[in-house]
């Protein structure tokens, strides 16, 4: 009863985590709304019938409340498809048939016994919130990191409250069993799996805004998607990241980085205050000055100080007149000074160098799209980098005085409503030909072929839905359609977009804060990390680079895109890994102002002073 095309499927799951939040208005699946578990949630069940195509688990009676509990509804497919391009309804659709199977032929429901353990547990949370099932342990064991394998929990627990994670807390130290304390599971990284207890903190969504105080208080279950829409109700805005991942887990494991770092900050430039459950059990927070100095830093490895389980994040004030635009380049070099300049002019909310690879995944519904639109972007256009600035009228008004190349939102609009006519030769040659501009990307730029570019290329959604899947093309038509699906500002606050990042392959980012008055160090360490993966033959691509501390330093990420499932990319990967980790060693011993992110890990409350002033 096994489909291949399921388990296939199955396997390619991100774990990004997006079927569960509401970031397309389709709602999202009522089944896991109610009852909190992944298992329950598209992403879970995509886990479950993996495990039982592969004989992992048995078929439990949690197990089958959780298939009966789908409806099928659709909205999984909508999400994941915009973000992966996978189909996932057909897992759901085959896992109720394994079950209805299972019970047809009268097979064997395993029933699991509770231990003393699980019962003081259950004791703390109450008896629907601890658990030792493996149709919900299986959803908590793993993730397409390639550095760690599959580890199975004795136990998932899922607390309410701040005393209720006290109690967790007090009962593993009692019996001697490691915990880990899971976000919304969208780390990808390992870090969120333990062969103890998980503590999942997904029911912990309060969200209290003082708006007196430019502050909004949040419990560790709310994500930046949840909170960024709440808050923008009243003209706010916080700095987040991606848009699945729970906030204070954000900042607790390596504090905020966005484009809007430009002006907001990160790290513990976007915290007031956080309310910690210490290892011990102990609760302090941050203000205190008998707590632990979370504000300080340490150069290497440390494990976690504790668990969060509230944090006063700060409010920031949008006006009316924001826009985005973009400002194409060439050559990396000028790109980077162009952004420093700004930074440091402090013109501009949000700033980063964007890539090829980013920009066209950005842009496009599909990854055929995304390809070609690559290869017109770099090859045809001359555009290989683009600086994206959010700002306000004034900043835009800035900008225009220095440089008349400008990508504005209409323009942005228009290419991205009219891609499959975009990508064609006829139209290209149109722009090239133009008037003998020797770099074609300069004429796209002038208002004056404006209506020219919408009398030829037709831009609508309908036409844009073309290039999805045949079913999928009313949803996309009825989607883009909305004007904040072309809006640069809204795309970048909610960051809806930039998981499409892992739809090829699951995507590695190698991330490290760099001086950005050193173009040459830049340069070489992107060449670096392109080295290492070219000979272990890894996909791989220049991801972006942000301005911080107003033009001082920047945020640099390099991406390396790998399938999990395939054992040789995974071997291939581990192996570059290592030869990164020397490399970008070696750049922090000799050059000063490199910091890689993995010795921020668990300081993400540190000043960022702290680490980037050595």
């Known amino acids: 009863m096994i489909s291949e095309e399921a388990k296939m499927i199955s396997s390619q799951c991100r774990h990004y985590a997006m079927c569960k939040i509401d970031f397309l208005g389709t709602g999202v699946c ?139 807390v007090s009962v593993c130290n009692r019996f001697n069993i490691p915990y880990a304390v899971r976000g919304n599971g969208s780390s990808v990284i390992g870090a969120v799996m333990s062969k103890g207890v998980v503590i999942d903190m997904g029911r912990m969504k309060e969200i209290e805004i003082d708006r007196d105080n430019w502050k909004v208080i949040i419990g560790p279950g709310v994500s930046a998607y949840d909170l960024q829409r709440e808050v923008s109700k009243y003209g706010l805005r916080v700095n987040v990241g991606e848009p699945s991942a729970f906030i204070c887990a954000n900042i607790m494991c390596t504090g905020i980085f966005s484009l809007f770092s430009n002006a907001y900050g990160i790290a513990a430039d976007n915290c007031i205050n956080a309310e910690f459950v ?22 290497e490895e440390l494990p976690s100080p504790g668990i969060c389980v509230q944090a006063s994040i700060r409010l920031h004030q949008t006006t009316d007149d924001e826009e985005g635009i973009l400002v194409p380049f060439s050559d990396f070099d000028e790109a980077v000074s162009f952004s420093r300049e700004l930074s440091m002019r402090r013109i501009g909310i949000g700033i980063g160098i964007l890539g090829g690879e980013y920009i066209s995944t950005f842009m496009s519904p599909s990854t055929q799209l995304a390809g070609k639109l690559k290869a017109v972007f770099e090859d045809k256009l001359g555009i290989q980098y683009l600086v994206l600035v959010i700002g306000d009228k004034y900043a835009v008004e800035a900008i225009r005085g220095m440089t008349d190349t400008i990508i504005d939102n209409k323009l942005i609009r228009v290419l991205m409503l009219s891609l499959p006519k975009l990508l ?55 989607l883009y359609s909305r004007p904040e699906m072309t809006n640069l500002v809204w795309l970048n606050m909610f960051r809806i977009v930039s998981s499409r990042m892992g739809r090829y392959k699951h995507v590695v980012a190698l991330i490290v804060y760099i001086r950005l008055d050193r173009n040459d160090i830049i340069k070489a360490m992107n060449s670096e990390f392109k080295r290492i993966a070219d000979k272990f033959d890894i996909k791989n691509d220049y991801g972006f680079l942000t301005p911080i501390d107003w033009g001082k330093r920047a945020v640099l990420e390099y991406d390396y895109y790998i399938d999990h499932t395939d054992r040789s990319e995974i071997e291939r990967i581990q192996k570059a890994m290592v030869e990164v980790g020397e490399m970008v060693e070696g750049f922090s011993r000799s050059t000063k102002g490199v910091r890689w992110l993995k010795y921020i890990w668990y300081q993400g409350f540190a000043r960022k002073e702290s680490f980037l002033y050595t």
């Open 424 to 478: 064609q030769d006829d139209w290209i040659d149109l722009v090239s030909d133009f008037e003998g501009e020797k770099i074609p990307y300069r004429v796209l730029c002038k208002k004056e072929i404006y209506p020219l570019l919408e009398a030829v290329l037709t831009p609508s959604p309908e036409l844009l839905a073309e290039a999805v899947d045949e079913d999928m093309r009313d949803f996309f038509e009825a």
């Open 278 to 299: 210490g290892n011990k059990g102990e609760v302090f927070n941050l203000n205190e000055k008998t707590a632990p100095n979370l504000y300080g830093f340490q150069n």
């Open 30 to 168: 009522d089944a896991g709304k109610d009852n909190h578990y992944v298992s329950y949630y598209p992403q879970g069940r995509m886990d479950i019938y993996h495990a039982l195509a592969n004989d992992l688990i048995p078929v439990t009676e949690r197990l089958i409340d959780i298939a009966n509990t789908c409806t099928l509804c659709g909205i999984c497919d909508k999400q994941c498809y915009f973000v992966t391009e996978l189909r996932p309804m057909k897992v759901m659709e085959a896992l109720k048939e394994y079950v209805d199977h299972h019970l047809k032929e009268n097979r064997e429901i395993a029933i699991m016994e509770e231990d003393a353990i699980l019962g003081e547990l259950k004791a703390v949370v109450g008896a629907q919130w601890a658990t030792n099932d493996p149709a919900i342990l299986v959803s908590y064991s793993n993730d397409p990191c390639p550095l760690t394998p599959m580890q199975m929990p004795r136990y998932v627990v899922m607390p309410k409250t701040k005393d209720e994670v006290v109690g967790i």
